[in-house]
């Protein structure tokens, strides 16, 4: 891929689409169930979460099982 194509393409999609697997690789083991139980504790029930660019999907997947 040329500099130029590059530099045309939107940045963040690009990164995502070359990278996902390796991002997934470094995210998906992270214990975040702290934080997770901080917002929930915030929300009132029931509530709704709109997830945006969810990656690997980890965190729509533990609110989704809290419901």
Same mark, same amino acid.
């Given at each position: 891929?040329?500099?130029?194509?590059?530099?045309?393409?939107?940045?963040?999609?690009?990164?995502? $689409? *070359?990278? @996902?697997?390796?991002?997934?690789?470094?995210?998906?083991? =992270?214990?975040?169930? #702290?934080?997770?139980?901080?917002?929930?504790?915030?929300? $009132? *029930?029931? @509530?709704?979460?709109?997830?945006?660019?969810?990656?690997? =999907?980890?965190?729509? #997947?533990?609110?989704?099982?809290?419901?």
């Amino acid at each position: 891929m040329t500099a130029k194509t590059m530099l045309t393409k939107d940045s963040t999609h690009f990164y995502y $689409e *070359t990278h @996902a697997k390796d991002y997934f690789q470094a995210t998906h083991a =992270g214990d975040l169930e #702290r934080l997770w139980r901080m917002l929930s504790q915030r929300l $009132e *029930t029931p @509530a709704l979460i709109l997830d945006l660019g969810c990656g690997s =999907g980890r965190d729509l #997947r533990f609110f989704a099982s809290q419901g």
